[in-house]
């Protein structure tokens, strides 16, 4: 089945841009995902990309997916001390496994002043 | 606000104890799901229903019981847990819950279980 993986944990400094990166196995895997969850919160949609596209930009969020090598990522410019919180990777493969979404482990994104 | 509301937001129980998780949904959706988050381990999927019939049962105990009124509840009913089963329990919502466009989850903000 799909497996999503993640690294655990980033640490950048205020204004830098910070990088989140996921990788997954299934490349029949149609929508990927991007959800932030904040302390004590549950998940909240950032973002999707559809898998025939390769950049989705949404003010200081950029997906990038790479299909050949299963990767996707998430680049957050100007990180402020506000987007401290867990980021999780997910996908979506419509022809298999029912076409529910599966979770990476998630990243937590510290930001230091 | 989501728009997705669970209670309570935590709860603490025995072993032997009997309770409930609710969830409810001002959204209109159609799927309702159940997911556990453990600490620094993937988000599992444990129940989904669709149009109030259960679609999805991923080989969780039977000590875990879902129920689904109509399409905006959805309980977790909890019964002879083990310290293990302490997690943040997520429920989310959808609409669609089919195969087609992107299915997009809404989560409540979860309820904290601890099991003595």
């Known amino acids: 089945g799909e497996d999503v993986e993640q690294s655990l944990f980033l640490s950048v400094r205020e204004g830098d841009s910070s990088v989140i990166n996921c990788t997954y196995t299934?490349?029949?895997?149609?929508?990927l995902y991007w959800y932030k969850q904040e302390p004590g919160a549950g998940l909240q949609l950032l973002t999707y990309i559809f898998s025939n596209m390769d950049m989705k930009q949404d003010q200081r969020l950029t997906v990038l997916l790479n299909k050949k090598d299963k990767h996707l990522s998430l680049r957050i410019a100007d990180t402020q001390t506000g987007d401290s919180a867990i980021y999780f990777c997910?996908?979506?493969?419509?022809?298999?496994?029912?076409?529910?979404?599966?979770f990476g482990q998630g990243t937590e994104l510290s930001v230091k002043p | 606000e989501t728009g997705v509301t669970q209670t309570p937001r935590h709860l603490v129980m025995g072993m032997t104890n009997k309770k409930s998780l609710k969830c409810e949904q001002h959204l209109g959706h159609n799927a309702m799901y159940w997911y556990k988050q453990s600490a620094k381990k993937p988000l599992e999927l444990m129940f989904v229903y669709s149009l109030e019939e259960r679609v999805e049962n991923n080989s969780v105990p039977s000590r875990f019981s879902p129920e689904c009124p109509n399409s905006s509840h959805l309980f977790l009913h909890l019964h002879t847990l083990q310290p293990e089963d302490s997690a943040l329990y997520l429920c989310?919502?959808?609409?669609?819950?089919?195969?087609?466009?992107?299915?997009?989850?809404?989560f409540g903000a979860g309820s904290r279980l601890t099991v003595l």
């Open positions: 299934d490349s029949s895997s149609t929508y």
């Open positions: 989310a919502s959808s609409q669609g819950g089919g195969l087609a466009g992107a299915n997009v989850l809404t």
């Open positions: 997910a996908a979506r493969a419509i022809y298999n496994q029912g076409g529910k979404l599966i």
